[in-house]
């Protein structure tokens, strides 16, 4: 059933991350922000898959994704509109790391 989640995570979180690393800078070539998206939906499910193994409440397993996809989303943003530094992304993790 872990394989199922994180197939269902990655279908779902693909045309968001897409979309959303897309419309951030709405350039009018998307082969980079597809591969942002791709890669962002393929640790997404990583993640979905992982969290399916432990004993863990289906709320706090969903607020982890989320904070997954707050931190890849806004990474990927940044990176793209070439402002990502390493404060950003010490700042980024430090908010995973809290949650």
Same mark, same amino acid.
């Given at each position: 059933?872990?394989?199922?989640?994180?197939?269902?995570?990655?279908?779902?979180?693909?045309?968001?991350?897409?979309?959303?690393?897309?419309?951030? *800078?709405?350039?009018?070539?998307?082969?980079r922000e597809f591969?942002?998206?791709?890669?962002?939906?393929?640790?997404?499910?990583?993640?979905?898959?992982?969290?399916? $193994?432990w004993l863990i409440?289906?709320?706090?397993?969903?607020?982890?994704?989320?904070?997954?996809?707050? *931190?890849?989303?806004?990474?990927?943003?940044?990176?793209?509109?070439?402002?990502? $530094?390493?404060?950003?992304?010490?700042?980024?993790?430090?908010?995973?790391?809290? *949650?």
């Amino acid at each position: 059933s872990g394989w199922v989640v994180g197939l269902l995570v990655f279908v779902v979180s693909l045309p968001i991350l897409w979309q959303g690393v897309w419309s951030y *800078v709405a350039s009018t070539t998307i082969k980079r922000e597809f591969y942002y998206g791709l890669a962002g939906a393929v640790v997404l499910s990583e993640m979905a898959i992982a969290l399916s $193994f432990w004993l863990i409440d289906v709320p706090l397993a969903s607020v982890m994704l989320a904070m997954g996809m707050y *931190v890849i989303l806004g990474l990927s943003q940044h990176d793209t509109e070439g402002r990502l $530094f390493s404060r950003t992304i010490q700042e980024y993790l430090g908010f995973a790391g809290i *949650v």
